[in-house]
């Protein structure tokens, strides 16, 4: 009789690039798993590094203790989640279904850029440099940044690296060619995309995100990682380092960023320290302006990255 809604509008200074994360939920006991091998695989080659890949493994020699939160959301095996909002089941052709929901006019209030460096020369401990950058002004923001540091080509020997493989001669999969053809048990398998290591994986780490922030604020945030204790580890060049942008009113995964790790201890005290100040401002029509002026401001900052700001 009398329908209403309420909700707040957010103007946004720009629309920030947004990478979704496929969580996917797997072990080598599980027979059907093999299905979200396909799926992780279609979505790398389709779509590089404009998704982050996750394969989250359970009940296995690849388990990390520290995603145990996550783990326990997952509603099966296989299973995944997009941005922790959407589970999916990791079949190939779900995902061309639904990826493109996030792909295309997916719109995020804020953006996470991520670096890792080593800190000496024995790799023991990363620095992991989390920047994330909003688009509109906040003083009671709940958002927090997660790492994770994942490892591709993950391999061993014996039955605990076996996959168990429900494909094999199985007719509804033959298009699945590999599985098909291959027996019940596969071995000599490489695992990419495995976490080895995570830090604040539910609901990100304290204090990475200040509660109260204005529009284009960069807001850094490092990390070291003492790494000695994560025994999944098999080849340190083979590591990436993953930061996730995290609404911590509800889980979702916001925005996310990877970077490989730089092997250059020398360049820690100098990476993500850096703020770039403003050089020159300039109306929209191109006019060159001392001071901030009303509607879209063209700002050109001294790094010669340009930005867009709104002023009311």
């Known amino acids: 009789a009398n329908p209403s809604v309420s909700g707040t509008v957010i103007l946004l200074s720009e629309r920030p690039v947004h990478v979704p994360v496929v969580e996917e939920f797997t072990g080598t006991w599980c027979g059907w798993c093999p299905v979200g091998f396909e799926g992780m695989k279609w979505l790398h080659e389709t779509y590089g590094d404009k998704v982050v890949l996750i394969a989250a493994h359970a ?20 299973s995944s989640f997009i941005n922790r909002m959407l589970a999916v089941y990791p079949h190939p052709s779900y995902f061309q279904y639904y990826m493109p929901l996030f792909m295309e006019d997916y719109v995020v209030p804020g953006g996470v850029e991520v670096t890792a460096n080593w800190t000496d020369d024995s790799q023991t401990t990363i ?85 109260s922030f204005v529009a284009d604020q960069a807001l850094p945030f490092s990390y070291n990682a003492d790494i000695t204790s994560k025994n999944l580890i098999q080849d340190k060049s083979k590591l990436s380092v993953v930061a996730l942008l995290i609404d911590k009113s ?24 850096t703020t770039a100040t403003e050089a020159a401002r300039y109306t929209l029509d191109g006019r060159q302006v001392s001071a901030a002026q009303r509607g879209l401001n063209i700002i050109r900052l001294s790094d010669g990255t340009v930005r867009k700001v709104m002023m009311k």
């Open 59 to 78: 009940g296995d020699i690849m388990e990390l203790e520290d995603y145990a939160p996550i783990l326990n959301m997952a509603d099966g095996y296989p």
């Open 250 to 273: 509800n889980g979702s995964i916001i925005n996310a960023a990877k970077t490989s790790i730089n092997s250059n201890p020398t360049a820690i005290n100098t990476v993500g320290n």
């Open 127 to 211: 620095q992991m440099n989390a920047t994330t950058t909003f688009r509109y002004n906040d003083d009671n923001a709940a958002y927090g940044v997660a790492f994770v540091l994942v490892e591709d080509g993950l391999t061993g020997t014996g039955s605990n690296w076996a996959q168990t493989n429900n494909l094999s001669h199985n007719s509804q999969y033959a298009d699945m060619t590999f599985w098909y053809n291959s027996p019940s048990k596969v071995t000599g398998l490489e695992f990419d995309h495995v976490p080895v290591g995570a830090w604040g994986i539910g609901s990100g780490m304290e204090q990475s995100v200040p509660t």
